[in-house]
């Protein structure tokens, strides 16, 4: 196996690049991981190329949640034109993200540099955005029939819609209706309502076409993502390696921990996104603890994906402040009641303490276990029931825990160093 450990790196290099970016290696453009977006794929690629080609003018929404291959869709759209002879050089895309364009002016800016017409705008049109966008309508409705297309991709889609008066989606649906210049708008949202987003003037400029993405692998699809994600190319230089990896994966695949492990995480999320950050550990395994994929490391990568971010955080408080939750646990078990308070949660805390030696666990005075209590309430481990804005005194206030008992003992179980009579007291039963 040592005569394969160069190959493995090499290995690790390839699978880690298409697991940051699925839609950047061309081997992979056609895998089965995004079969249920192909149809979505010709669909687009049809109405693009009537707007390339035959000059017309149209607008549409991708509409699905993260992970749904959204950006993906239109990635292999532009992909496909590129490889046409007939589209090759005959469109120019432009390029919008809500998170980045957080204003008109900015994204009229950027699509006058896409454009490459920037270097004609006096500085004038800089500072101000009624000038800006006179010359971009000038330049954009300048063209004919035969001109080069101009195709808008509007990332997060939904926050265009909280700019003022939406005059950026306003514009750009009226050149799909009056400009000369061929035009397509694609946009890419989450946002399932996000056509009651737009003003009434803008429903009516807009074609209502939708294609709708969703994440609705069933396990089957989903265990041949994972195998196309896990395949190294033909390609690839070593071709004894290739063979033995390609037996080490459909063996892997029929492992039943690995098939287990993949069962539980379609069955919380199919999400590709996730899917990938589970594969990734393993893979970035390749080369220091083998020349193939371990079971065990998706064992260990199922756990650290869907390790809970409550747990996560408490183990990060001081031994005080989780003495404190392990108490507030405790009086909710015993008491039924949910509704506690500073004095009962120190008296709880004072009542451990009594039991243990000095030096297991340090005793704290009641001022300093208050600042711990009012930071757990800043941390939103604990929630003030009357939302804080009762005129009761501090230590009387009532809050309630937000914490499962589960999440308290997971935490305790792992938190760093902690006493064992902390532990003790965290997970007894009676």
């Known amino acids: 196996?040592?005569?394969?450990?160069?190959?493995?790196?090499?290995?690790?290099?390839?699978?880690?690049?298409?697991?940051?970016?699925?839609?950047?290696?061309?081997?992979?453009?056609?895998?089965?991981?995004?079969?249920?977006?192909?149809?979505?794929?010709?669909?687009?690629?049809?109405?693009?190329?009537?707007t390339v080609l035959n000059g017309e003018r149209h607008s549409l929404l991708l509409v699905g949640p993260r992970g749904s291959g959204k950006s993906w869709v239109v990635e292999d759209t532009f992909r496909k034109l590129s490889l046409n002879p007939k589209?090759?050089?005959n469109f120019i895309k432009v390029y919008l993200n809500g998170l980045i364009h957080t204003d008109d002016r900015l994204a009229l800016l950027d699509i006058a540099h896409q454009l490459q017409v920037e270097a004609n705008m006096d500085e004038s049109l800089h500072l101000s955005y009624a000038s800006a966008l006179n010359y971009l309508l000038t330049t954009v409705c300048s063209g004919s029939q035969a001109s080069k297309s101009v195709i808008f991709i509007l990332d997060s889609f939904d926050l265009f819609t909280h700019h003022k008066n939406q005059m950026l989606l306003c514009n750009l649906f009226d050149f799909t209706r009056s400009a000369n210049t061929p035009i397509a708008i694609i946009g890419l949202t989450r946002r399932l309502d996000v056509s009651e987003m737009l003003e009434k003037r803008l429903r009516s400029r807009y074609s209502h076409r939708?294609?709708?993405?969703?994440?609705?692998?069933?396990?089957?699809e989903y265990m041949d993502?994972?195998?196309?994600?896990?395949?190294?190319?033909?390609?690839?230089?070593?071709k004894a390696y290739l063979k033995e990896w390609r037996r080490h994966l459909e063996e892997l695949l029929k492992n039943p921990k690995v098939v287990a492990v993949l069962k539980k995480q379609h069955a919380i999320s199919p999400n590709l996104h996730i899917l990938k950050s589970l594969l990734m550990l393993p893979v970035c395994k390749l080369g220091i603890s083998g020349p193939f994929l371990d079971p065990v490391h998706f064992l260990f990568a199922y756990s650290?994906?869907?390790?809970?971010?409550?747990?996560?955080?408490?183990?990060?408080v001081s031994i005080l402040e989780l003495c404190l939750v392990v108490a507030m646990k405790n009086l909710v078990k015993h008491t039924g009641t949910e509704t506690l308070n500073f004095e009962m949660v120190y008296d709880e805390y004072r009542?451990?303490?009594?039991?243990?030696?000095?030096?297991?666990?340090?005793?704290?005075?009641?001022?300093?276990?208050?600042?711990?209590?009012?930071?757990?309430?800043?941390?939103?481990?604990?929630?003030?029931?009357?939302?804080?804005?009762?005129?009761?005194?501090?230590?009387?206030?009532?809050v309630v825990l937000l914490l499962m008992e589960g999440q308290i003992e997971q935490a305790v179980l792992s938190y760093p160093n902690c006493?064992?009579?902390?532990?003790q007291w965290a997970t007894n039963k009676n």
């Open 210 to 220: 939708q294609i709708l993405l969703l994440c609705d692998y069933s396990f089957e």
């Open 1 to 50: 196996m040592a005569v394969y450990m160069n190959e493995a790196k090499k290995a690790n290099q390839m699978l880690r690049q298409v697991l940051y970016d699925y839609g950047s290696t061309e081997d992979f453009q056609s895998a089965c991981a995004f079969r249920t977006q192909q149809k979505a794929c010709r669909e687009l690629c049809t109405l693009l190329e009537q």
């Open 225 to 238: 993502i994972s195998r196309s994600l896990l395949s190294l190319p033909d390609s690839f230089t070593d």
């Open 304 to 316: 650290m994906v869907n390790q809970d971010s409550m747990s996560v955080m408490l183990r990060g």
């Open 87 to 89: 589209c090759k050089g």
């Open 419 to 423: 006493p064992t009579d902390v532990v």
């Open 351 to 398: 009542r451990f303490t009594n039991q243990v030696s000095s030096h297991a666990v340090e005793f704290f005075s009641k001022p300093v276990a208050m600042k711990a209590f009012e930071h757990l309430i800043s941390l939103e481990f604990v929630y003030p029931e009357d939302g804080g804005s009762s005129y009761t005194q501090r230590e009387y206030q009532p």
